[in-house]
């Protein structure tokens, strides 16, 4: 009998569907007894000692409902985001059935055309897994899917527009209006959102191209094109290397060759003394406001206009 649920096991590449051998049911309930298999969802086994991963706990659910429509991180992980790697599934279904080992339900009808069939599975898009994961997540899954171009601002706007009213709306509706300025980074979120507070008496500019004088083209977070001053935002890894921060130091000293001041700021920093931040944002601008008009007018340097994303 035990070679009949390894037969099982292996008929269905790793699970067996209960139903599927009406008469094996006490060899089954022998082997869960001796902990040979574990139940992923109710009459659908795994063999106990093999990995359960997000594939499998996928295949499952698939197996108890061939409709239900993957959607949150692991919707994310299958589509744009594979680094994120969820653990657990959750699936979209017209019924509820009972919620599994990292598998979990939930009554809700997707729209067609916010999903992505890829093969037997079907998740949803970007733009919908992005509005679905800012509760939990916030503001990074935004910057996360901005950064990798998984979608734009746009999208995100117009698909959040055509769904009806849901919990957690008016969160939604915040974050993508504290995204306008598209920062690639929760603290470069902060740290905008801190500086609207100022009302600073210039027209600011994020991801501001710059072409240096070697011909590469820098994009700094956070610009003041009229007062040649940039504001970084970095974290600990951002200089993950020795080639990073030569290459950092080196755009920073062709910067001020061009006239450019660039002044970089630890991310932990912008979360740990705000007001200390925005106190010296202000006394940086109105130095820098002084330096100018204390400049012959014909002598004062101006920001090119060039550069484009390489």
């Given at each position: 009998?035990?070679?009949?649920?390894?037969?099982?096991?292996?008929?269905?590449?790793?699970?067996?569907?209960?139903r599927e051998h009406p008469s094996l049911g006490s060899a089954f309930d022998r082997a869960l007894r001796q902990g040979h298999i574990v139940p992923v969802l109710a009459g659908i086994y795994r063999d106990?000692?093999?990995?359960?991963?997000?594939?499998?706990?996928?295949?499952?659910?698939?197996?108890?409902?061939?409709?239900?429509?993957?959607?949150?991180?692991?919707?994310?992980?299958?589509?744009?985001?594979?680094?994120?790697?969820?653990?657990?599934?959750?699936?979209?279904?017209?019924?509820?059935?009972?919620?599994?080992?990292?598998?979990?339900?939930?009554?809700?009808?997707?729209?067609?055309?916010?999903?992505?069939?890829?093969?037997?599975?079907?998740?949803?898009?970007?733009?919908?897994?992005?509005?679905?994961?800012?509760?939990?997540?916030?503001?990074?899954v935004i910057d996360e899917a901005l950064r990798l171009r998984a979608v734009t601002l746009g999208q995100l706007e117009t698909v959040f527009a055509g769904l009806p009213v849901r919990p957690g709306d008016?969160?939604?509706?915040?974050?993508?209006?504290?995204?306008?300025?598209?920062?690639?980074?929760?603290?470069?979120?902060?740290?905008?959102?801190?500086?609207?507070?100022?009302?600073?008496?210039?027209?600011?500019?994020?991801?501001?191209?710059?072409?240096?004088?070697?011909?590469?083209?820098?994009?700094?977070?956070?610009?003041?094109?009229?007062?040649?001053?940039?504001?970084?935002?970095?974290?600990?890894?951002?200089?993950?290397?020795?080639?990073?921060?030569?290459?950092?130091?080196?755009?920073?000293?062709?910067?001020?060759?061009?006239?450019?001041?660039?002044?970089?700021?630890?991310?932990?920093?912008?979360?740990?003394?705000?007001?200390?931040?925005?106190?010296?944002?202000?006394?940086?601008?109105?130095?820098?406001?002084?330096?100018?008009?204390?400049?012959?007018?014909?002598?004062?340097?101006?920001?090119?206009?060039?550069?484009?994303?390489?």
């Amino acid at each position: 009998m035990e070679h009949a649920w390894r037969r099982a096991l292996e008929a269905r590449d790793g699970l067996i569907v209960r139903r599927e051998h009406p008469s094996l049911g006490s060899a089954f309930d022998r082997a869960l007894r001796q902990g040979h298999i574990v139940p992923v969802l109710a009459g659908i086994y795994r063999d106990a000692a093999a990995e359960l991963d997000l594939a499998t706990r996928i295949r499952a659910a698939l197996i108890m409902d061939l409709n239900a429509v993957v959607v949150g991180e692991a919707a994310a992980t299958l589509g744009w985001w594979p680094d994120r790697a969820a653990t657990t599934v959750d699936l979209a279904t017209r019924g509820r059935p009972a919620d599994g080992d990292g598998i979990r339900w939930c009554r809700r009808q997707i729209p067609l055309d916010l999903t992505v069939d890829r093969g037997d599975v079907r998740f949803t898009d970007a733009p919908l897994t992005v509005l679905d994961l800012l509760p939990t997540l916030g503001g990074t899954v935004i910057d996360e899917a901005l950064r990798l171009r998984a979608v734009t601002l746009g999208q995100l706007e117009t698909v959040f527009a055509g769904l009806p009213v849901r919990p957690g709306d008016a969160l939604r509706r915040a974050l993508l209006d504290d995204s306008r300025d598209q920062p690639w980074s929760e603290a470069e979120r902060e740290f905008q959102r801190q500086n609207r507070d100022l009302d600073l008496p210039h027209a600011h500019r994020t991801n501001h191209p710059v072409t240096l004088p070697d011909g590469t083209v820098r994009f700094l977070d956070y610009a003041l094109p009229d007062l040649l001053l940039a504001f970084e935002v970095d974290g600990w890894e951002t200089h993950g290397s020795r080639e990073a921060f030569l290459r950092d130091r080196d755009s920073d000293a062709q910067l001020a060759a061009l006239g450019w001041q660039r002044i970089r700021f630890a991310a932990t920093t912008i979360f740990d003394d705000p007001e200390g931040v925005k106190a010296t944002v202000r006394s940086i601008v109105a130095a820098r406001e002084g330096l100018f008009r204390g400049l012959p007018a014909a002598s004062r340097p101006r920001a090119r206009r060039r550069g484009g994303r390489t």
